[in-house]
């Protein structure tokens, strides 16, 4: 067998190997493999531990797109991916953004990224240049302000959060729906 087939072998066997770890491994499990040629042994193909991590995450086209095209169930997708860096359930900051934009459409969601109805400290509204932005800032938001205090939960967070005491019955409905 030449070297060069038995590189094309390797890489075969490698790929084999990454293409047979499953997703629950991925997340799960750190991948361990290396293959080492062994010109002048009994065997030429060797597989010795090598570490390989996969990692979960958005890719840049991914949030590129995603910044020209926040529908509402994209917005959705990625809550939900980025809602475990935060510890923040990410049904309930949809359902938040949901309820106070009008899913997603009023034009203070539209021009100014501000799904959730946030006032700015200056006064007015808040406002973000995009709306992985302003997504971001609202898991950011209620981590600090309601999380770590133990508000979390619709009905925990609606006497701070909301002026309407009927607030969290809507948040929790647009919850359970999704």
Known sequence: MT???ILQLALILATVFVASTTAAQAQNEKSITN???NKSGSQPLTIQPKKTEIVLGISNADMAE???NPTPENIKRFMATIAPEYGVDWKMVYAIGYHES????SSLAQRNHN?????ASSGGY???STPEEGIRNQFEYLKTR?????MDTPAKINPVYAEDSSWHYKVEAVMASL
């Open 126 to 128: 808040a406002s973000w």
């Open 3 to 5: 070297i060069k087939k």
């Open 35 to 37: 293959i080492v040629l």
């Open 146 to 150: 309601y999380f770590e205090r133990g």
């Open 66 to 68: 995603f910044n020209q």
């Open 102 to 105: 009008g899913n997603y459409g």
């Open 115 to 119: 799904y959730f109805g946030r006032k």
